[in-house]
Nanobody
Framework: QVQLVESGGGLVQPGGSLRLACAAS????????MGWYRQAPGKQRELVAT??????NYADSVKGRFTISGDIAKNTVYLQMDSLKPEDTAVYYC??????????WGQGTQVTVSS
């Protein structure tokens, strides 16, 4: 089992920035698929960004504004979110997929972008 705890969510004005962090209870490996997903009210959960073996992937809606990174030494995955828009408002979830272990999810952190 890998327990994940997200932090860093909150209320921010449009154009502002937030940095989300996801702390894992066990060591993370570069071979793990680490990612952030989000779910807005009334919508399905969607992929925001992933990083595996140093390679990143982003949803079109966040390209150029969000940056995902993993700090293996700290067992933490980050999501730097810049130029935030009201449509980025959602609960953000951290995910780790480890081969042979399966999927692990955090409890989520609320991000609200509003003036």
């Amino acid at each position: 089992q890998v327990q994940l705890v997200e932090s860093g969510g909150g209320l921010v004005q449009p154009g502002g920035s937030l940095r989300l962090a996801c702390a894992a209870s066990r060591s993370l490996f570069s071979t793990d698929a680490m990612g952030w997903y989000r779910q807005a009210p009334g919508k399905q959960r969607e992929l925001v960004a992933t990083v595996t073996r140093g390679r990143t992937n982003y949803a079109d809606s966040v390209k150029g504004r969000f940056t995902i990174s993993g700090d293996i030494a700290k067992n933490t995955v980050y999501l730097q979110m810049d130029s935030l828009k009201p449509e980025d408002t959602a609960v953000y979830y951290c995910n780790v997929n480890r081969a042979g272990w399966g999927d692990f999810w955090g409890q989520g952190t609320q991000v609200t972008v509003s003036s």
